[in-house]
């Protein structure tokens, strides 16, 4: 109210992302008082369990039907720890106490797993994980994890803008270096700009084609072990300074 559309639809990227996190808390947090008294208009309306505090059902996925071969002592599987009412066919509904065995992950938030002879997709928040998916399994498709936010920054004379850029699944884990240098444009609403990244010495490498990128993704690979992010966040980070200026990266490199 008294802003102008362009300035509350510029916010809704850095909201959608607020929300995500926030869902993304374990369910007893959601079920906090002061959280819920928070969110909701009134007194009555606290009162009642979240059951619609569930994250948003990943809209590029397909459920496959399938009856995998179950073994309950090696097999993937899970515990459910609340009751969980499925939104459509897609969606299992879940007991307290229940075993889900897992057949693959969907996104960071969603798993695939078939209980009770029906199969479709849960939010893991609901479950606690028994034995977990093979880390080949837990790729989406196009052969690479399914990440949600990128975090980058604006390199300025007057200081450093941090941004994280929810990314909606349009990104994949292995981009075009145009790709990369169009969102940062959108990002920060500036046209003249070369993007970087972090080499593991901490110098700016400036990124000026594909193989760049692919160059960024194998040093990213590395830092694994090092760099603690959180799972929907990209392994690596951007870095977007003036196209003329210099003075960021290293001359003695």
């Given amino acids: 109210m008294g802003n102008k559309r362009e300035i509350a639809e510029s916010r809704i990227p850095e909201l959608n992302t607020y929300m995500k996190r926030l869902l993304g ?7 906090d ?22 994250r948003l059902r990943p809209p590029t996925r397909k459920v496959k039907t399938v009856k995998p071969k179950m073994d309950r002592f090696s097999s993937p599987r899970a515990e459910a720890i609340f009751d969980f ?19 693959q992950r969907v996104n960071t938030d969603w798993l695939e797993g078939t209980v009770n002879n029906q199969t479709g997709i849960f939010p ?3 479950v606690k994980i028994i034995k977990p998916l093979p880390e080949s399994d837990s790729e989406g498709e196009g052969g690479g994890p399914s990440y949600s936010c990128l975090r980058c920054f604006l390199l300025t004379p007057s200081g450093v803008h941090t941004r994280d850029v929810c990314v909606q699944e349009d990104l994949t884990i292995q981009p075009t270096y145009k790709d990369l240098l169009s969102r940062m ?6 046209d ?3 993007v970087n990244y972090r080499d593991p010495e901490g110098d700016l490498v400036r990124i000026l084609d594909d193989e760049d990128v692919q160059l960024m993704i194998r040093e990213s690979r590395g830092q694994r072990g090092t760099v603690q992010r959180p799972v929907n966040q990209f392994p690596w980070e ?8 210099l003075s960021v990266y290293n001359a003695g490199a």
């Fill in 85 to 103: 009412r499925g939104n459509g066919k897609a969606e299992l509904n879940l007991k307290k106490g229940e075993v889900i065995f897992l057949l």
């Fill in 192 to 194: 003249d700009i070369a």
């Fill in 124 to 126: 893991q928040s609901f």
């Fill in 185 to 190: 444009r959108n990002v920060f609403k500036v």
């Fill in 238 to 245: 951007l870095y977007v300074t003036s196209a003329s200026n």
């Fill in 25 to 31: 808390l374990p369910t007893w947090l959601l079920l």
């Fill in 33 to 54: 008082e002061a959280l819920r008294m928070f969110f909701y208009q009134t007194d009555q309306d606290s009162q009642h369990l979240p059951r619609a505090l569930r």
